[in-house]
């Protein structure tokens, strides 16, 4: 079945970087576009980030994050990516990844931005 893999989540001071990753299988990888999402506690999940279909494809991302977060994908290893810099507090939520057009959903990955 489809399934969902992130990890790379964790502590951050404001400022600093993270690197996402989410592993997927069970599905064509490289024929979706893929997407990051995140869950702030209290709030609903929002889209952050999208890559289309080909390793190193066009990419769009939230106002919010624009300049500082940079989407990617390697079809060899069925991963996409999202490097996380400049974080800030704002940044804290839950980060999941899912494929445009299918309706499931990871564990997710938690990123923490405080000092």
């Known amino acids: 079945q489809v399934q969902f893999v992130e990890s790379g989540g964790g502590l951050v001071q404001p400022g600093g970087s993270l690197r996402l990753s989410c592993v997927a299988s069970?599905?064509?990888?490289?024929?979706?576009?893929m997407r990051w999402y995140r869950q702030a506690p209290g709030n609903e999940r929002e889209w952050v980030a999208s890559?289309?279909?080909?390793?190193?494809?066009?990419?769009n991302y939230a106002d919010s994050v624009k300049g500082r977060f940079t989407i990617s994908r390697d079809n060899a290893k069925n991963t996409v990516y999202l490097q996380m810099d400049s974080l800030k507090p704002e940044d804290t939520a839950v980060y999941f990844c899912?494929?445009?057009?299918?309706?499931?959903w990871g564990q997710g990955t938690l990123v923490t931005v405080s000092s």
């Open positions: 890559i289309t279909t080909q390793t190193g494809g066009s990419t």
């Open positions: 899912n494929a445009h057009g299918l309706d499931a």
């Open positions: 069970g599905f064509s990888f490289s024929v979706y576009r």
